[in-house]
């Protein structure tokens, strides 16, 4: 098929940082046209962030650029009378608004859901918060380690005997993210089959608390609270890290069978061990298995983590190299599937440069990212100008005016 | 009740364990229609995984099987069987979406794959996940929830530093791989509903992890190095991280000027800012002695409440690190409602986490829980597919069902 899965769905994204874009990214890669409103006063705040040196630093951000490809650029100063009365423009001619901002702020600006429903009675509003648009905490601040903190992960993220652990940047928000591009879709479906628009309100704690669903229950049928594991597993053994050659390289290794133990036995020329009554079956590994680690650990320990993955895999065991932050980028597998996309078009850039995939293979309509992150209000001319009918003259003012742009103006970080 | 979003889409739903169901679950628990195929005599593995209520290992007592498979239908049937195949054939025809977590090959083995599928329903989208996808060099390589945070820097970077890196004690690989799959499949139907035209869907939970630890090598590709906070485990990080308290821990995020002025105007030290702002970079963190000698005690005199709320009151970013049960008992979600009272034939009344987003038109709701193996083997069979009794008891007599 020539056509895109998501074609013909506009979405109007007022959101920053990365609990926001990176739900419309998904969307865009999929067909959806989504429209990305920043301000020249208040640019996404991402904008700031891990910069390559050179002219115009806002369009350089490698955070920004990766959440935010395949979307139009928009820049409109939301407390101009004139940049408000375009905004609503557009929101009678699209399909769904989504915003991370602070709850307060459309509100401030008079742009929240009633007004636009209003303006458009069929659209679909998405107001993604930390804690969400309700509650008496509902505007406290949180960032993904609040949230990490708050949905109950961190308590049961370290080792035994050490204090909580955060887990790395943003993972806590990228999965508030997705949450949202399902929202979009189940509104949308529910829209065409009822012509019926909605508010949609996500509490990003809550996205990770329904992944926690065995912690849960064991609380609420047993009153059991989970805790800290390491690395190891409430019935699997072996199941752990263990050091490889070299400095700070590890591989994961996770025995769910006695066929997957007796395996790992002869890979490592160890047959006896499978004979051995303390690891014979289930229960006994479980209880031993501190033994069991230091045992595996003497043979990984002199051997590349690639290798050890490599050979436990082809006898039908679980085990998988620890890789460092950025060393997926020359994993085989994520290069064997085409994962990497690579782009040599960011505006103003050198070099082609390697982003995330989507993880969703489409077979007749593949997923692609069509542009690169767009510059600071780069489609300008497109959305006012061809969607909006606004003409060449106005934009001139507009642009005299501040209210759109493609530079920083009086520029002030946005509080989030 | 006004109709939920997903009320038009029928799944025929064949996943196990935890990635699959929870992806069915997305779709069940905003209102599609969704038949669980299970094994007959054993079923879905995970009923077979702890926890289970009272320690009563009961293939109907899984906590983890009773909340990953809320609102759907549950039928028993051997695919193994050339007549457990045309059954399902049958269902399928009738079914907008299939969704299968076997390792790849299983479904075209059983005479079940894409190709044929869409043959039988050329509407009919069909979704995969997998451990490593359908193709590619890992295809036919196996994972735990262990490996696939291990594949993609993010079980790397957690942890201390003089220690080994230590997982994330959640399937968070798992469920998010479920739910890029429902994203896949709505987004397929949505495709389908305008050309007719069903496809396959091929997710992988590694692609997944991948996906969502976002963008290490592209920072790297831009700057040349990776920022701190990626090394978590470097102890070296931009912000106060986590921080006890007299009853516990908080964590402390602050990164701007403005939110270190409102913490110091707490802490009663003011006056540091000025020392702050004269470093070239901005990095009160960096300060390590005076943290610990002034910070430090601070929020350890306090409890992880008074922190808290001291904090957000001048808009900084601290939250508590919650137990289970502070979760549970936390009064945000529970004025949200967060927690939903489910009955179940065999369990009795529980709480199950709720929904993941509030949909004011089209809310989420459990209609039914969680279904006993085989449950509505009569309803789908004869009601729906016209089976009488008669046949279903040779059915069974067979091994089919």
Redesign the interface.
């Known amino acids: ?1 020539s ?7 506009r979405v109007i994204a007022c959101s920053v940082y ?1 609990a926001g874009p ?1 739900g419309t990214e ?1 969307l865009a890669a ?1 067909g959806a046209q989504v429209i990305k409103v920043e301000s020249t006063k208040y640019f996404d705040g991402h904008r700031n962030i ?3 040196p050179g002219d115009r630093y806002w369009n ?4 920004f ?3 935010n490809r395949s979307k139009y650029g928009l820049t409109l100063d939301l407390t101009h009378p004139r940049g408000k009365e375009i905004f609503k423009e557009l929101v009678k001619v699209s399909d769904v608004v989504f915003t991370n901002y602070p709850r307060r702020v459309m509100m401030n600006l008079g742009l929240d859901y009633p007004v636009l429903r209003e303006l458009n009675p069929s659209i679909i509003m ?1 107001s993604s918060a930390g ?2 648009h ?5 505007d ?20 035994p005997d ?10 806590c928000d ?2 508030p993210a ?2 949202t ?3 979009i ?6 829209r ?3 012509g ?8 990003q ?3 990770l ?14 009153r ?3 805790t ?4 190891h ?4 053994a072996p ?1 752990n ?1 263990y ?1 490889c050659k070299g400095d700070d390289e ?3 290794i ?1 025995v ?1 069978s006695d066929e997957e133990w007796a395996a790992l036995c002869k890979v490592t020329g160890n047959p006896q061990w499978a004979r051995d009554e303390k690891f014979s079956e289930a229960l006994s590994r479980w209880n031993n298995q501190a033994e069991l680690d230091r045992l595996i650990a003497g043979w990984t320990v002199n051997r590349d983590k690639r290798q050890v993955m490599e050979a436990l ?1 082809k006898a ?14 020359d ?4 290069r ?2 085409g ?2 996309y690579w782009c040599d078009a960011d505006p103003g850039m050198d070099g082609a ?13 593949p997923a692609r990212f069509e542009k690169p992150a767009p510059a600071l209000g780069q489609d300008n001319d497109f959305v006012l100008g061809d969607m909006l009918g606004i003409s060449g003259e106005e934009m001139a003012k507009l642009a005299q005016e501040h209210v759109i742009g493609n530079e920083p103006y009086q520029y002030r ?1 946005r ?1 989030i | 009740m006004s ?7 029928r799944v025929l739903d064949l996943t196990w364990y935890i990635a699959g169901p929870y992806c069915t679950k ?1 779709l069940a628990d ?1 209102g599609a229609d969704v038949v669980k195929v299970e094994r007959p005599d054993r079923g879905d593995p995970a009923r077979n ?7 009563d290992p009961d293939r109907e007592k899984s ?2 099987f ?3 498979n809320t609102n759907k239908k549950g039928i028993t049937l051997n695919l193994k069987t050339a007549a457990g195949v045309k059954l399902f054939k049958e269902l399928a025809r009738e079914a907008d979406a299939v969704v299968e977590s076997f390792s790849p090959g299983t479904m075209a083995e059983l005479g079940l794959d ?1 190709e044929t599928l869409e043959k039988v329903n050329p509407r009919l989208v069909m979704t995969s996940i997998s451990n ?7 295809r036919d ?4 929830e ?15 530093p003089d ?10 690989s798992c ?2 791989a479920g ?6 499949t ?6 389908r ?3 007719g ?1 069903g ?6 939970i ?3 992890v ?14 040349g190095s ?2 701190p ?4 485990r470097t102890g070296k990080t931009s ?1 106060l ?2 921080v ?1 308290c007299q009853d516990g ?3 402390a ?1 602050l ?2 000027v ?1 939110e270190w002025e409102g913490f110091l105007a707490i802490l009663g030290m003011p006056e540091m800012m000025e020392v702050f702002l004269k470093d070239k970079i901005f990095s009160p963190n960096t300060y390590t002695e005076w943290i610990s000698e002034r910070v430090l005690p601070w929020f350890a005199e306090r409890t992880t409440d008074e922190v808290f709320h001291q904090a ?1 009151g001048v ?14 008992e ?4 529970q ?2 409602e ?2 939903l009272e489910i009955e179940h034939p065999r ?1 009795g009344r ?13 809310p989420w709701q459990v209609r039914s829980p969680a279904p006993l193996l085989g449950e509505h083997n009569k309803e789908i069979y004869c009601d729906h597919l016209g089976y009488s009794s008669q046949d279903l008891v040779k059915l069974r007599d067979r091994g089919t069902i």
């Open positions: 098929m056509r895109m899965a998501l074609e013909g769905i990365l990176k998904m999929l891990s910069i390559q350089r951000s490698a955070r650029n990766t959440v998405v804690l969400g309700t509650g008496p905490w509902r406290y601040v949180t960032y993904a380690w609040v949230v990490n903190s708050l949905c109950g992960m961190a308590e049961l993220t370290g080792y050490g204090p909580p652990a955060v887990i790395p940047d943003g993972m990228a999965v997705s949450y591009a399902l929202a879709l189940l509104a949308l479906r529910h065409r089959r009822t019926l628009g909605q508010h949609i309100d996500l509490g704690c809550e996205t608390m329904v992944g926690l669903g065995e912690q849960f229950m064991d609380y609420t049928m047993n059991r609270l989970q800290r594991h390491g690395n597993h409430p019935s699997m199941h890290i050091r590890w591989v994961a996770a769910s895999q039908g065991v679980p085990a998988g190299g620890v890789l460092k932050t950025d060393q997926n980028l994993d085989p597998h994520l064997g599937k994962y990497w440069h390697p982003y995330a995939g989507l993880a969703i293979g489409l077979s007749k309509t970080q509080a | 109709e939920q979003a997903a009320s038009d889409v997305l905003y995984m702890g926890p289970f209520l009272g320690d906590g983890l009773l909340y990953l894409y490593y996808g359908q193709s590619g060099p890992y390589y196996k994972a735990t262990l490996i696939e945070q291990a594949s993609a820097g993010h079980l790397y970077a957690t942890g201390q220690r080994e890196p230590v997982r994330t004690g959640a399937y968070i469920y998010q739910l890029f799959a429902a994203i896949g709505l987004s397929a139907l949505w495709c509903d305008d050309t035209l496809q396959h869907v091929d997710v992988s590694m692609e997944v991948n996906n969502l630890t976002t963008y290490p090598p592209t920072i790297k590709s831009y700057t990776l920022r906070d990626f090394y978590l912000s991280g986590i006890p821990y908080v964590v995020n990164y701007s403005r957000q808009h900084v970013a601290v939250g508590p690190v919650l137990t289970m049960q502070q979760v549970i936390f009064p945000q979600y004025a949200r967060f927690l369990t529980l709480f199950y986490p709720g929904a993941p987003f509030k949909m004011a038109g089209s």
